[in-house]
C-alpha cells in the first residue's frame, strides 16, 4: 500500500527532530566558529532537524581565559553572530549557540537563540562554578538576577534573562529552554523550573572538561533531569580545538526522552559529530497530563517565564523516522534490561501470591493447566512461591481437564510440566459433564450436529472453572487465574464462571508477549540463583516444547483441513496487539501514530534489533495494511467490548510500568462504552482500509 508523503512525515505524528552538536572550534576565532556552526547548521537542515544546540562558548572557545575580556574577541562575536542570524534565513532549524556577550557593565557566558533571521533571545549561564579547574566568576557575571530584560548585540535586539522559553507555533508541543554547563549540576536547575512552566525540549551547553568518570556523571544527570521534568533534554559538550593548557575535552553529546537515551555520540572526536533523535512532544505531554504531581509542583513556585514564538515551517515529506523503536515494547532489546525485568516480573508475581497464601491462612494453590504458556508460566510462578513459603511443591493440586479439541501435545505437557515441578497432578476429563450440559440446552452438539459456537466453546470453559472452585472448596484451595493482560485487553476469556475468575490471578498484570520471555528467563535461569526456580533438565525441555506450541483454546476439534484452532487466526497476532495495548495504555496514542510506529517497527523482520533468544527462524513481518486491519479489531474489542470482564477481574498484581488493566489499579472505563473516535480518527487516517 502507498502512503501519503504527508502521513509518513514524523512532524505530523507529534515528534520533533532534535540535534546535539560537537564541533571542533578555533581559540578566541569567533570568525572560524561562526563558518564552523554554520556548516553544521546546514547538515540540520538536509536532516530535517527543527532545534540544534551547539557547546558553551563555541563561538570563542570555553577554554580562553583572559582573552574572553579582549574587546576584539568581544566585537568579532556580535559580528558573527550577526552573520549567524543573516544566514539562518533560510535554514530550517533553531540554532542554540554558545557565546561570551557584554550587557551593561558585565559579561556573561550565554546560550544565544536564533531562527529563520531573527535573534531570538540570550539565555545567560545562572550557576558559575569557581572551584577546582574553574574560574569563570574571574570573567563572567551569573545570569539569574537578569529576568525580564533585553539586550543589545550589535545591531540587534533580543529579550535577555534565564527566564526565556521558545514555543513553536506549527509544531504543537515543541517548547525550548537552554540552559547553560552548571546550571545542571545545582540541586535545583533552571530547565527544572521550566519544565513546570511548559517547556519540552531541555537544552544543555556545555563545556565541561574531561576528567575519568565525569562522562558517566553528566550521563546520569542528564537521564534524571529528563525524567524528573518529563522532557527532552539535549547536551552537547565542548571538544577538540579547545585549549589544553590544563584540561581535556571529550565533546560528548547525547539526548534523552523522559529517562530514555534517544542518542548519543562517540567521544573525543576529531570532526563535527551530533546526536539526532525524534523527540515524541505527544509522549512527554501525555505523561505530564497523567502525572498530575507535575503541575502540581508549578503551584507554589514562584518563577515567571516569557514566552518568545517562533514557526518551525517543519517540511511535509518523509524524512525518516530517527528513534529506534521496540517490536515488543513489553519485551527489552537489551539482554540485561530482559533479564532484569524477567526477574522483576517473575518476582513480583511469587511476591504477590506469597503474600495473598500467607494472609488467608496458607490454603493450597488450585490450578488448571492445559500444556499452554499462560497455564504453565502461572505453574512456575506458583511452585516458587511454595519454596519461598517452605511448603512442599506437592500441595499444589494442579488438574489437565481435556475437552473435545485437547491434542494429545498439549496434555502431555500439562502433566509433564507439573509432574516435573513436583506438583500433584490429576486428569479430569470434561466431555461426560459437557455432553450433558449441551444435552440440557438442546444444544445441537449433542445430537451429532458439528456445531461449534460460542455456546459451544464456553460451556467447556465454565465447566473447567466450576470444577477448579468446587475443587479447591474440596481440598481448602485457593483458585490460580491464568489468563493475561493481553487476553484482558480484548475480551478473550469466558465472562463469570470461565477462564475470567479466579481466586487470585497471577498472570493479569504480564502481557503475552512477556510471557513467552518469563518462560525463556526460567529455562535459562540455573538452580541457585537469586529468585530462581529449580527445575529438572527434563522441565526444561517441556518448557521449551511449549513456547514451541501454536496458541490455541483448544475448544473446537481439528477440521477437515487438520488445522488447528488458532487464536491468532481469529483475534489476529498477540504481536501486533501488545504492541498497540502499550501505547494505548502508556501513552493514549491515537491509532494513526500507532500504525505509522508498528509499520516501522515491523515491515522488515530483518531490520532492527529483536529481543535475546527469540529464535532467528521464527522473525516475521507486518505490511501496513496488515497493520491496520488488526489495529481496527483492537479498537473494536478493546474500546467497545471487552471493559465489562475487565470491570470484574479478580486481584492480581500490577507488574509493568505502562500499567495494568484493572479497575482497582491503573485502568478505569465505563462497560457500556464505544469505539466511535478512534475508529474515525483511523479512518480518516486510512479511509480505504477501515470499514465501515
Given at each position: 500500500m502507498r502512503t501519503t508523503p504527508e502521513f509518513d512525515n514524523v512532524y505530523r505524528h507529534g515528534f520533533a527532530r532534535i540535534a546535539a552538536c560537537t564541533l571542533p572550534v578555533t581559540i578566541a576565532d569567533p570568525a572560524a566558529n561562526a563558518d564552523a556552526v554554520l556548516a553544521a547548521a546546514r547538515v540540520c537542515h538536509d536532516d530535517a532537524v527543527a532545534v540544534a544546540v551547539f557547546p558553551e562558548l563555541c563561538l570563542t572557545g570555553y577554554a580562553i581565559e583572559d582573552l574572553?575580556?579582549?574587546?576584539?574577541?568581544?566585537?568579532?562575536?556580535?559580528?558573527?553572530?550577526?552573520?549567524?542570524?543573516?544566514?539562518?534565513?533560510?535554514?530550517?532549524?533553531?540554532?542554540?549557540?554558545?557565546?561570551?556577550?557584554?550587557?551593561?557593565?558585565?559579561?556573561?557566558?550565554?546560550?544565544?537563540?536564533?531562527?529563520?533571521g531573527e535573534l531570538l533571545g540570550v539565555a545567560p549561564k545562572s550557576y558559575l562554578p569557581t572551584y577546582r579547574e574553574f574560574y569563570e566568576r574571574r570573567w563572567y557575571a551569573p545570569g539569574d538576577d537578569r529576568s525580564g530584560e533585553d539586550i543589545r548585540v550589535g545591531d540587534l535586539e533580543a529579550p535577555f534573562g534565564p527566564d526565556l522559553l521558545f514555543e513553536a507555533l506549527d509544531v504543537p508541543g515543541l517548547v525550548v529552554?537552554?540552559?547553560?554547563?552548571?546550571?545542571?549540576?545545582?540541586?535545583?536547575?533552571?530547565?527544572?523550573?521550566a519544565a513546570l512552566a511548559g517547556a519540552t525540549v531541555l537544552l544543555n551547553?556545555?563545556?565541561?572538561?574531561?576528567?575519568?568518570?565525569?562522562?558517566?556523571?553528566?550521563?546520569?544527570?542528564?537521564?534524571?533531569?529528563?525524567?524528573?521534568?518529563?522532557?527532552?533534554?539535549?547536551?552537547?559538550?565542548?571538544?577538540?580545538?579547545?585549549?589544553?593548557?590544563?584540561?581535556?575535552?571529550?565533546?560528548?553529546?547525547?539526548?534523552?526522552?523522559?529517562?530514555?537515551?534517544?542518542?548519543?555520540?562517540?567521544?573525543?572526536?576529531?570532526?563535527?559529530?551530533?546526536?539526532?533523535?525524534?523527540?515524541?512532544?505527544?509522549?512527554?505531554?501525555q505523561d505530564r497530563l497523567r502525572q498530575g504531581t507535575f503541575d502540581d509542583n508549578r503551584r507554589t513556585d514562584p518563577s515567571a517565564f516569557r514566552t518568545v514564538h517562533f514557526a518551525v515551517e517543519p517540511p511535509t515529506s518523509d524524512v525518516g523516522l530517527r528513534r529506534s523503536l521496540d517490536r515488543f515494547p513489553f519485551v527489552p532489546d537489551d539482554p540485561a534490561r530482559l533479564a532484569q525485568d524477567c526477574y522483576e516480573a517473575f518476582n513480583i508475581q511469587v511476591s504477590g501470591l506469597v503474600q495473598r497464601l500467607r494472609a488467608i491462612g496458607g490454603p493450597k494453590p488450585v490450578i488448571g493447566v492445559s500444556g499452554g504458556l499462560d497455564s504453565?508460566?502461572?505453574?512456575?510462578?506458583?511452585?516458587?512461591?511454595?519454596?519461598?513459603?517452605?511448603?512442599?511443591?506437592?500441595?499444589?493440586?494442579?488438574?489437565?481437564?481435556?475437552?473435545?479439541?485437547?491434542s494429545d501435545h498439549t496434555k502431555s505437557n500439562a502433566i509433564a510440566i507439573a509432574e516435573a515441578v513436583g506438583a500433584t497432578i490429576e486428569t479430569i476429563d470434561i466431555r461426560p459433564a459437557a455432553t450433558e450440559i449441551l444435552r440440557g440446552i438442546d444444544h445441537p452438539f449433542s445430537d451429532g450436529e458439528p456445531v461449534h459456537d460460542i455456546t459451544f466453546e464456553n460451556v467447556q470453559a465454565g465447566i473447567r472453572t466450576d470444577f477448579l472452585f468446587r475443587l479447591a472448596n474440596h481440598n481448602g484451595g485457593l483458585v490460580i487465574g491464568t489468563s493475561d493482560m493481553s487476553e484482558l485487553a480484548l475480551g478473550w476469556a469466558t465472562y463469570g464462571v470461565g477462564d475470567h475468575m479466579s481466586h487470585y490471578a497471577v498472570n493479569t498484570g504480564v502481557p503475552k508477549t512477556l510471557i513467552q520471555h518469563l518462560i525463556r528467563w526460567v529455562i535459562s535461569h540455573r538452580e541457585g540463583g537469586e529468585g530462581s526456580t529449580q527445575l529438572s533438565e527434563r522441565a526444561r525441555e517441556v518448557l521449551q516444547s511449549v513456547l514451541d506450541t501454536e496458541i490455541s483454546p483448544e475448544l473446537v476439534p481439528v477440521g477437515e483441513d487438520g488445522e488447528i484452532q488458532s487464536t491468532e487466526d481469529r483475534l489476529g497476532p498477540y504481536a501486533l496487539h501488545d504492541f498497540t495495548l502499550f501505547h494505548v495504555l502508556r501513552y493514549g496514542m491515537r491509532p494513526s501514530k500507532i500504525a505509522f510506529l508498528a509499520a516501522h517497527a515491523w515491515r522488515d523482520q530483518d531490520?532492527?534489533?529483536?529481543?535475546?533468544?527469540?529464535?532467528?527462524?521464527?522473525?516475521?513481518?507486518?505490511?501496513?495494511?496488515?497493520?491496520?486491519?488488526?489495529?481496527?479489531?483492537?479498537?473494536?474489542?478493546?474500546?467497545?467490548?471487552?471493559?465489562?470482564?475487565r470491570s470484574a477481574i479478580p486481584n492480581g498484581p500490577k507488574v509493568t510500568a505502562a500499567g495494568s488493566l484493572s479497575p482497582r489499579g491503573d485502568w478505569r472505563a465505563p462497560s457500556d462504552g464505544n469505539a466511535n473516535a478512534w475508529l474515525a480518527e483511523l479512518k480518516a487516517a486510512f479511509p480505504e482500509l477501515v470499514e465501515d
Open positions: 574572553v575580556l579582549q574587546d576584539p574577541v568581544l566585537d568579532a562575536v556580535e559580528s558573527a553572530i550577526e552573520r549567524l542570524v543573516a544566514a539562518s534565513e533560510d535554514l530550517l532549524p533553531m540554532l542554540v549557540v554558545g557565546a561570551p556577550l557584554r550587557h551593561r557593565n558585565r559579561l556573561y557566558n550565554c546560550a544565544v537563540v536564533i531562527h529563520r529552554h537552554a540552559e547553560v554547563c552548571e546550571d545542571m549540576w545545582v540541586p535545583i536547575p533552571p530547565s527544572s523550573r551547553l556545555s563545556g565541561s572538561p574531561i576528567t575519568i568518570a565525569r562522562a558517566d556523571d553528566r550521563t546520569h544527570l542528564c537521564h534524571a533531569q529528563s525524567l524528573r521534568c518529563l522532557a527532552a533534554y539535549a547536551y552537547a559538550a565542548a571538544g577538540a580545538g579547545e585549549s589544553t593548557n590544563d584540561v581535556s575535552w571529550d565533546g560528548q553529546t547525547m539526548i534523552y526522552e523522559a529517562g530514555n537515551l534517544l542518542a548519543s555520540t562517540e567521544r573525543f572526536p576529531e570532526h563535527p559529530l551530533m546526536s539526532v533523535a525524534d523527540v515524541d512532544l505527544d509522549r512527554l505531554r504453565t508460566h502461572a505453574l512456575l510462578v506458583i511452585a516458587r512461591a511454595m519454596d519461598r513459603l517452605g511448603r512442599p511443591r506437592s500441595d499444589i493440586l494442579a488438574y489437565t481437564m481435556p475437552g473435545f479439541a485437547t531490520a532492527g534489533a529483536w529481543p535475546p533468544g527469540f529464535p532467528a527462524d521464527d522473525r516475521y513481518a507486518y505490511d501496513l495494511p496488515t497493520v491496520v486491519r488488526w489495529l481496527q479489531v483492537f479498537l473494536k474489542r478493546y474500546f467497545a467490548f471487552a471493559q465489562f470482564k
